[in-house]
């Protein structure tokens, strides 16, 4: 090395390395600097770094770079607790990662974050140093035949539409809260979601809460799970049981086809364009800012940009290096998309861990005489049955992590009960079956009537008797008609009094309800979810249950509070 030599220190493999310049003459003192970076670029900067440091010096003294490989969101949650904040869905900071003088991670969308909880934490601004943009990942099999790949463009919206109208393609994702890429994938998703709805609010809230309850049906804690979740054989049923479409970083999907995978994946470039895992180089240390900035101007060059193209990623202007291997119909040139407003991903992302977060739900059916009446516009059935239909559709959106009851009420249905149990309150993953047998067998009961406000008040409290701080607790009730109990039971007035002094504001319940029909007592209803928070949602046409019951779980995104 002539006049100098490198000393390069490695401890606990694969965790931290560090680099230090020695010159010839004994140095008097050492600028230390520290970064942290991900995985997935770790390797091209380390070999960098160790080029580099042969040459640096900061105010005549050696340079120690110690470069640490971290997961972003560890580290986001280590900067957001410098500040006493936290970021949704990161948790607080697990007590072991450290503030890095120079972070790099994978995405700006972190640093958007970082600001919405404290605009000081992060840069205005940071140097993307690499990009590698997000495509939709598909087995090659399911997207030549599916989705006419590579010749066919596809959009957002077309592939919103092919998971609506098609229950066997399966979704996944990485958890969108600590991942980058899973992040972008929802976002680009949830927003061609609602513009499905073709300017109908009603509809694009519908299709938009389908697709995150299908996304958060697939979704994997890490992407290394989700990988695995990919056919491992080309044969029908091997492609039929395995994961069909997923966000991934172009990088990802490179780095997994070189690993010759039984089922190779192909890598769909749909528009719009999601944003682009950019990895911006953010000096944390305005102390090490000199030294850092050195480093920057070596990750500019050709050499790293060649490293970068050896590990599957492209350099910053989108161009790739030496050693890139390209996917079948990659664009020539990469389009260029806008990091969004932090409250906008602030936003989709509360609403993303409402929707998902498990629930724990009891759901009651009216089984009165009514629900035998017609559905013209469903061909004839009675509601009774398309109220089931919609029921089912709807545990299609449960995972396992949820838990549900259900009930029936008219009047007189269990001795002097107005209610019955069919399935008490329970995991999904136990006793999904015992709950889709249960609403096969309900049959509405010939001139029964409608107690309705002794079943909201049992109902409530059933779900308060069993309150999960883990989850979100709720009840919800489909009714085709006003209350109407012959025994005389619970006014109005009475009903609200008695829920309001049941209520406990430490142990919030959503009360949401559902009329059915162009006879139901929408005003008291709503004067119901008024007074104990949750939400009240008519069908007048029947043949819409189905539609209206996905507007009402997508309630649970939202902070509804009594009023």
Known sequence: MGAAAVAVLVV????????????????GA??????????????????????????????????????????????????????????????????????????????????????????????????????SPIVVAVPEPIATNSFGW????????DLIAKVSGDQKVKLGIVEPSRDSTGLAGLMTLAAAATASGGGNTTQATQIATAALRALAAGRSAVKDDLMQKFPRGSDPQALSSGLTVAPLSEQSVIQYNAQQPPVRIAAIYAEPAPVALDYPFVVLNKDRAAVA????????????????????????????????QTPTSAPPALTASQVPEAAAIEGLLTKWQAITLPARMLAVIDVSGSMLTKVPTAGGLDRMTVTLEAARRGMQLFD???????????????????????????????QRNQCLQALQSIRPKQNGDTALYDTILAGYKAVQSGWDNGRINSLIVMTDGENDDPAGGL??????????????????????????????????????????????????????IGDIFLQAISLRGQAVQPK
């Open 30 to 131: 050492s600028t230390k600097l520290t970064i942290s970076a991900p995985t997935d670029i770790a390797p091209a900067l380390k070999q960098q770094v160790a080029d580099w440091t042969e040459q640096a010096k900061a105010d005549d003294s050696c340079v120690d770079v110690e470069v640490i490989e971290a997961a972003p969101a560890d580290v986001a949650a280590a900067v957001a607790a410098a500040s006493k904040k936290s970021l949704t869905g990161v948790g607080q900071a697990n007590g072991k990662t450290r503030v890095p003088d120079v972070w790099v991670p994978d995405s700006s969308l972190w640093l958007q974050r970082l600001r919405a909880a404290n605009p000081q934490s992060v840069p205005a601004t940071a140097t993307s140093i690499a990009r």
């Open 400 to 430: 396992d992590s949820w838990a549900l009851g259900v009930w029936t009420f008219s009047t007189q249905l269990d001795g002097a009960k107005d209610y019955k149990q069919l399935v008490p309150i329970g995991p999904l993953v136990s």
């Open 12 to 27: 606990l493999a694969g965790s931290w390395y560090a680099f230090r310049k020695y010159s010839q003459v004994s140095c």
């Open 293 to 324: 900035e050195q480093l920057l101007k070596s990750l500019n060059g050709e050499s790293f940009r060649d490293r970068l193209g050896a590990i599957g990623l492209r350099g910053s202007d989108g161009a790739a290096g030496k050693g890139f």
């Open 491 to 544: 006014s109005l007035e009475q009903l609200i009094a008695e829920l309001k002094a049941t209520a406990d504001p430490a142990k919030p319940i959503q009360v949401i309800l559902i009329g059915i029909g162009d006879k139901v007592g929408e005003g008291a209803m709503r004067q119901i979810t008024d007074a104990v928070g949750g939400g009240t949602f008519v069908a007048p046409d029947p043949a819409k």
């Open 150 to 157: 590579p010749a066919t463009k596809i959009k957002y919206t």
